[in-house]
C-alpha cells in the first residue's frame, strides 16, 4: 500500500518545480506562470513559492538535469512545504534518475502533483512507496485563460482540501484541446469548449475494483526497464489509466505499446482499464480500434475498459491518486474512486 499524504488547508505553503521543461522560467512566459500562481492564492488559499532552479529558463533546466532533481528534494525536505505541484510536463524527465533519493520522499510524504513528462517523477514517489497525484499543472490549468474551470476546481477541492471518499467522477459536460499561444494578447480570450460525450464502455460486463497505476502511455515507455518501473505486485488487482500527449502518437504505436504490456503479463494481472480522451480528439476511433484489437490477440475481451475520461491531456480534468482504490462500472459506464487521496 502506498502512504497517503496529509490533505492541502488554506494557508498552506507549496511549492512549484520544473522537473521537465522549464519554460515557466522563460520571460516571455512569466506572465502565465504568475496568473497560475495567482489562482492558487486566490482560488485556493495557498501560499506558493517556485524553488530555487526551477524559474532558470530552458535552455539552464535542459542542461541541468541535476538542478530540477535538487529543487524536487528539496521540496520534499523541508517540512513547511505541504505540497508540490509541476509547472509543467515536457519530454526529458527520465534524465533526473540518477539524481533521486528515494529516501527523502519516503520519509516525507507529501502532495506531489502534475501530469504528462511528470509520470516520471510519479514514478519516483511510486517506488519510495508514497501516493502522488496524476492531475493539473500550473501553466496549463491552473493558469487557464480569463478563469480556471470550474470542474477542474470541485477536482481539485475534492481530491487534495478533503478526506472523504472522492466517490463518482461524472464526465465533465464540456472539454477544449484548443491550442491557444500562451501571449499575453490572448490572456482574455476564451478557448473554444465543446460538448462532451460521456465516457464510452469499450469493453467488458459487471463492476470490477481495483488501484490505480498508470500515466502517460508514451512517458511510461521511458521507464520500463529502469529502476522506477513497477514491481509485479503493483500491477496486480489495478485499475490501469493510460492517456495520449499533444504529440498525438500514432495508432500503431498504442497497438505495439498495448501488446508489450500483454507480454509482460501486466494486461492478464490488471482488473480494468481507462483511456483519457484523446487530445483534440484526434485517433479518436483509431485508438478504439487497436485497443479492441489487441484485447482480441490476448484473449482478453472480457477485460473491462472504459474510454474518453477527463484526465490528462484535456482540460478540464479530474485526478487520479496513485494506489487509491477505484472502480469500473461497465453497466452503467461510471467511474469512481472508493477512498480518499488523502489523509
Known amino acids: 500500500m502506498l502512504i497517503k499524504p496529509v490533505k492541502l488547508q488554506p494557508g498552506d ?12 522560467g522563460e520571460p516571455a512566459l512569466k506572465w502565465r ?24 529558463g530552458e535552455e539552464y533546466l535542459y542542461q541541468n538535469p541535476q538542478a530540477r532533481a ?12 505541504k505540497g508540490i505541484i509541476a509547472n509543467i510536463g515536457g519530454e526529458d524527465s527520465i534524465r533526473l534518475l540518477p539524481y533521486i533519493d528515494f529516501d527523502v520522499i519516503r520519509k516525507n510524504p507529501k502532495i506531489f502533483m502534475g501530469y504528462s513528462d511528470v509520470t516520471i517523477s510519479h514514478l519516483f514517489c511510486h517506488k519510495a512507496g508514497i501516493s502522488s497525484f496524476y492531475g493539473p499543472a ?9 478563469q480556471m474551470h ?3 476546481i470541485e477536482m481539485v477541492n475534492r481530491t487534495l482540501f478533503s478526506n472523504d471518499i ?3 467522477i461524472e464526465p465533465a459536460n464540456e472539454w477544449t484541446s484548443e491550442r491557444l499561444e500562451w501571449v499575453e494578447e490572448n490572456k482574455n480570450r476564451l478557448r473554444n469548449m465543446r460538448k462532451n460525450s460521456g465516457y464510452e464502455v469499450l469493453q467488458g460486463t459487471g463492476v470490477v475494483q481495483g ?16 529502476e522506477i518501473w513497477p514491481e509485479n505486485e503493483y500491477w496486480e488487482n489495478s485499475i490501469l489509466f493510460f492517456e495520449t500527449s499533444e504529440e498525438y502518437p500514432e495508432p500503431n504505436l498504442i497497438k505495439y505499446w498495448l501488446r508489450n504490456y500483454a507480454a509482460q503479463g501486466i494486461l492478464q494481472k490488471t482488473n480494468g482499464i481507462i483511456f483519457g480522451k484523446p487530445q483534440d480528439e484526434k ?22 475498459i472504459l474510454y474518453n475520461l477527463n484526465f490528462g491531456h484535456t482540460e478540464p480534468k479530474f485526478i487520479l491518486p496513485y494506489g487509491a482504490k477505484a472502480e469500473v462500472d461497465c453497466e452503467q459506464g461510471k467511474f469512481k474512486i472508493l477512498e480518499s487521496g488523502v489523509k
Open 138 to 146: 500550473i501553466l496549463t490549468d491552473f493558469a487557464e485563460n480569463v
Open 166 to 168: 472522492i466517490g463518482e
Open 33 to 56: 506562470y504568475e496568473q497560475g500562481v495567482k489562482r492558487l492564492e486566490e482560488v485556493f488559499g495557498l501560499e506558493v513559492i517556485p524553488m530555487p532552479n526551477s524559474l532558470k
Open 13 to 24: 505553503r507549496i511549492a512549484t518545480v520544473s522537473p521537465s521543461w522549464g519554460g515557466a
Open 70 to 81: 535538487e529543487d524536487l528534494m528539496a521540496a520534499f525536505k523541508d517540512e513547511q512545504i
Open 283 to 304: 485517433y479518436y476511433e483509431e485508438y478504439k480500434e487497436v485497443i479492441h484489437n489487441v484485447m482480441k490477440e490476448f484473449d482478453l475481451e472480457n477485460l473491462p
Open 211 to 226: 488501484y490505480l497505476i498508470g500515466g502517460g502511455i508514451e512517458v511510461l515507455e521511458f521507464a520500463k526497464g529502469t
Open 150 to 152: 470550474p470542474y477542474t
